[in-house]
């Protein structure tokens, strides 16, 4: 419940990687319907908002292994565990170079026009997967030592949900039968 410190560990995961971290890189699809200009802005606004979710999901977790006196590692527990640590810390710190190159790639396009760091795109994908497979491990783990955690049914339906987020990732996207227009009078 709201009373235990850890369950405020996978709210604010969840909001920061199948909320505002989705978004963020739905921003750019061309069935948004916005500018180039609108949706680079709104991608940089998402994309902060998921940062400051996941590094407050990592305070929760940090704060509740303290009060458990628990490895901040995943180390002495299960091996699913030591996974979801691991893959958490690993999606954390990917998160932090994506931000760098994120305000550092927006910064040189600003000044120069020109594009930088192209991989960011692509790299953006990959993290995001990498999130999802990390959630739906920690989804199957044991909550705290003295229960299974939540219901098969609710664990089930959130891998689901990961396992559909990653699937829309890895599949191509549908070809548009219709040219994108451009909306006049916005930067490009």
Not at 62 to 71: G, I, L, P, T
Request: net charge positive; proline share 2%; aromatic share 12%.
């Amino acid at each position: 419940g709201a009373s235990n410190t850890f369950s405020w560990h996978p709210v604010f995961m969840a909001v920061a990687w199948f909320g505002w971290m989705t978004y963020g890189q739905l921003a750019h699809h061309a069935d948004a319907g916005l500018s180039r200009a609108d949706a680079r802005k709104s991608h940089a606004a998402l994309m902060a908002g998921a940062g400051l979710f996941a590094v407050a999901g990592y305070v929760w977790i940090v704060a509740a292994h303290v009060q458990a006196d628990a490895s901040q590692f995943g180390l002495d527990t299960s091996t699913i565990r030591t996974i979801h640590v691991w893959c958490g810390y690993s999606c954390l710190a990917w998160l932090g170079v994506q931000t760098v190159a994120g305000v550092l790639k927006r910064q040189q396009l600003e000044l120069t026009g020109q594009r930088a760091y192209t991989w960011h795109g692509d790299s953006g994908k990959l993290l995001l997967g990498a999130a999802y497979v990390t959630m739906a491990l920690g989804f199957w783990c044991q909550m705290n030592y003295t229960s299974s955690g939540w219901n098969w049914q609710l664990k089930v339906s959130l891998t689901a949900l990961a396992g559909a987020l990653l699937g829309l990732r890895a599949l191509p996207a549908a070809a548009s039968t219709e040219p994108v227009k451009p909306v006049v009078g916005q930067n490009e």
